[in-house]
């Protein structure tokens, strides 16, 4: 199912140009426009949800976990290593309502801690 005014969908249908990097029947990985490290891919479903939350089916969720590595290999970051990042609604800041795997990797990325996790995360027990 797609959603008509989703601009992930639109990608996945090849409505809209993108940096790609992996494609198949289920997903799709692109490079994200606004990297935040040297390799910065979304891989996403072809199909809408609204997040990984949205019911999505166990055989998509490994559709898209399972092009992880595929991504990685591609981008050369397997063996130096990635983080993955799956924003997930309001609280997480979800930017794009679509479900999406961020995959980071290129360089050294710092352990979260409360300084760049923000005011909530000091809070936290
Ligand atoms: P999130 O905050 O987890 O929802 O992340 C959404 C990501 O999508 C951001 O990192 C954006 O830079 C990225 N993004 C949004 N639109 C596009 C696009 N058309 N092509 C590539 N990346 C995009």
């Given at each position: 199912m797609k959603d008509p005014n989703c601009i992930f969908c639109k990608i996945g249908a090849?409505?809209?140009?993108?940096?790609?990097?992996y494609e198949d029947e289920w997903v799709i990985a692109f490079d994200d426009m606004e990297p935040l490290m040297p390799v910065h891919v979304l891989i996403?479903?072809?199909?809408?949800?609204a997040n990984v939350g949205d019911n999505v089916p166990e055989e998509i969720l490994?559709?898209?976990?399972?092009a992880v590595r595929k991504v990685a290999d591609i981008k050369g970051v397997t063996e130096g290593g990635?983080?993955?990042?799956?924003?997930t609604g309001e609280d997480a800041s979800q930017s794009v309502q679509h479900f999406h795997v961020h995959l980071?990797?290129?360089g050294l990325m710092p352990r979260p801690n409360d300084q760049d996790w923000g005011a909530a995360a000091s809070n936290a027990q």
């Open positions: 090849g409505e809209i140009p993108t940096s790609k990097v996403i479903p072809k199909d809408h949800y490994g559709k898209v976990f399972g990635y983080r993955l990042l799956v924003n980071l990797g290129g």
